[in-house]
């Protein structure tokens, strides 16, 4: 009975499960994302766990802060690990243009990653000039529509995160985000 019981669990979620591939851009990188999600109400709420790498291309940061000048190159690479519930509202991606609003999607959770800095650097308008290597900490909240064509998606997001480099910069920002990808 247990067996049979395991069994039944399994197939029954695997029959209503969700993968997500997909492609980003944000003002954290570009990289890669997968989620894996279920239907936790058949074609109305998939809620599930989701995950990404992001890459910063190198950025010159040269310039002055507080009278001490700064020249030196920021490089970047990170990771999120979070949650998606991804809405349906029946009927509205049949009408035009107010389709595109069909499948709003709640993103959210941590990220963590290294920021990598030769020489003295700086980011961008933020923080103090550092050296070497920081660990970066923080979390992301995003809002996105995506819009379908059978499996493939492009879902632009906007939201916030904030970004935690001990010893350099503690900033909350809007961030906007596209994502281009296939859920099965």
């Given at each position: 009975?247990?067996?049979?019981?395991l069994?039944?669990?399994?197939v029954?979620s695997?029959?209503f499960?969700?993968?997500?591939?997909?492609?980003?851009?944000?003002?954290?990188?570009y990289?890669?994302g997968l989620?894996?999600?279920m239907?936790?109400?058949?074609v109305?709420?998939e809620?599930?766990l989701e995950?990404s790498?992001h890459?910063?291309?190198?950025?010159?940061?040269?310039?002055e802060?507080?009278g001490?000048?700064?020249?030196?190159?920021i490089?970047?690479?990170?990771?999120?690990?979070?949650?998606?519930a991804?809405?349906?509202?029946?009927?509205?991606?049949l009408i035009?243009?107010?389709?595109l609003l069909a499948?709003?999607?709640?993103?959210?959770?941590t990220q963590?990653?290294?920021?990598?800095?030769?020489?003295?650097?700086?980011l961008?308008?933020?923080?103090?000039?550092?050296?070497?290597?920081?660990?970066i900490e923080?979390s992301?909240?995003?809002?996105?529509?995506p819009?379908?064509?059978?499996?493939f998606?492009?879902?632009?997001?906007?939201?916030?995160?904030h970004?935690?480099?001990?010893?350099?910069?503690?900033i909350?920002?809007?961030?906007?985000?596209l994502?281009i990808?296939?859920?099965f």
């Open positions: 009975m247990r067996k049979f019981s069994v039944f669990l399994l029954f695997l029959g499960s969700a993968v997500r591939l997909q492609g980003q851009v944000s003002s954290l990188g990289g890669a989620g894996l999600g239907q936790v109400i058949p109305l709420l809620v599930g995950g790498t890459t910063w291309p190198v950025i010159k940061s040269k310039g802060y507080q001490v000048p700064y020249d030196g190159n490089s970047l690479s990170a990771s999120r690990a979070g949650g998606y991804k809405f349906t509202i029946p009927g509205l991606s035009p243009i107010v389709g499948h709003p999607t709640i993103h959210a959770g963590s990653g290294v920021l990598s800095a030769g020489d003295a650097a700086r961008p308008g933020f923080g103090v000039p550092f050296s070497g290597n920081r660990k923080g992301y909240a995003l809002l996105g529509f819009g379908y064509l059978l499996w998606f492009i879902e632009p997001a906007i939201g916030t995160q970004i935690y480099v001990p010893g350099v910069a503690n909350s920002y809007t961030d906007v985000q994502a990808g296939a859920s």
